[in-house]
C-alpha cells in the first residue's frame, strides 16, 4: 500500500513538473504565403527552450492554388525535473492564403499533432492564423518577418493522469531567403494559458523549396 502511494505521489509531482513543449501544432515555420501548385518544401529545424530539445522536420505539398498542407514529425528531449523524457513527434496541418500582396499577406488554418513517449501522451488540435510581408525580390534575396496565433487544445496522458488544456500560442518569426531554393528560418514562441510548455521558446532551420 506505501508503495503504492509513492507512486501516485511520484506521477503527481511529475505531472506539476512536466512541460513538453507542443508547438502548425509545433510551430509556424513558414510565412503566411503557401506552396506553389505543384510545388514542395522542405524543413528541418532545432528546437529548444529551457526544459526541452527537439529535431523536427517538416514537408510540404500543394495540389490546389492558395492552400497548402503539410506533415511533421521528430524527435525530442524533455527534462522532467527527475528524468529526461524521449517523445516522437507526428503533425499535419492544412493552411489556407486568403490575402495575398498589398500591406499583409493573410493566412488561416488548421493543424493536429500527436507526441507520445513513455508515461506520455499528448493530443494538441487548433486553428491558427498567419499575417506576413516580404521585402526584398520575389525571386531573390530578401526577407520576410511573419506573425502567427493559434488557439490550441490539448489533451494529455501523463503517468496515466488525463487532463485538459486550451493555450494560446504566439509565434514571431522571419525566413531569409538567401536564394529561391534556400530560405533560412528563425522563430521565436511565446504561449500564453499553456500549462505543458516553457513560456519562451525558440525555433532555428532551414526551408527548401522544390
Known amino acids: 500500500m506505501a508503495k503504492q502511494w509513492l507512486k501516485v505521489m511520484i506521477a503527481v509531482v511529475l505531472v506539476v513538473q512536466a512541460r513538453p513543449s507542443h508547438a502548425q501544432a509545433y510551430g509556424q515555420f513558414t510565412a503566411a504565403d503557401c506552396v506553389p ?30 492552400v497548402d498542407f503539410g506533415f511533421q514529425g521528430g524527435l525530442t528531449r524533455t527534462d522532467l525535473g527527475s528524468q529526461d523524457v524521449t517523445t516522437l513527434r507526428v503533425g499535419g496541418d492544412l493552411k489556407c492564403q486568403v490575402a495575398k500582396g498589398g500591406a499583409m499577406d493573410v493566412a488561416i488554418g488548421a493543424a493536429l499533432g500527436v507526441e507520445t513517449g513513455d508515461n506520455i501522451h499528448l493530443l494538441t488540435l487548433g486553428p491558427s492564423v498567419t499575417v506576413s510581408h516580404s521585402f526584398g525580390k520575389a525571386g531573390g534575396a530578401g ?43 528563425a522563430e521565436l514562441q511565446l504561449r500564453a494559458s499553456d500549462q505543458y510548455s516553457d513560456d519562451f521558446a525558440f525555433v532555428t532551420g532551414v526551408n527548401l523549396p522544390f
Open 37 to 66: 501548385m505543384g510545388g514542395h518544401l522542405f524543413g528541418g529545424y532545432l528546437h529548444a527552450s529551457e526544459n526541452f530539445l527537439g529535431l523536427l522536420a517538416q514537408l510540404r505539398l500543394s495540389f490546389y492554388p492558395n
Open 143 to 185: 526577407v520576410t518577418p511573419y506573425g502567427g496565433l493559434g488557439l490550441m487544445f490539448t489533451n494529455a496522458d501523463i503517468f496515466d493522469r488525463q487532463t485538459t488544456d486550451f493555450a494560446i500560442p504566439f509565434r514571431f518569426g522571419a525566413e531569409f531567403r538567401l536564394a529561391p531554393e534556400l530560405r533560412l528560418l
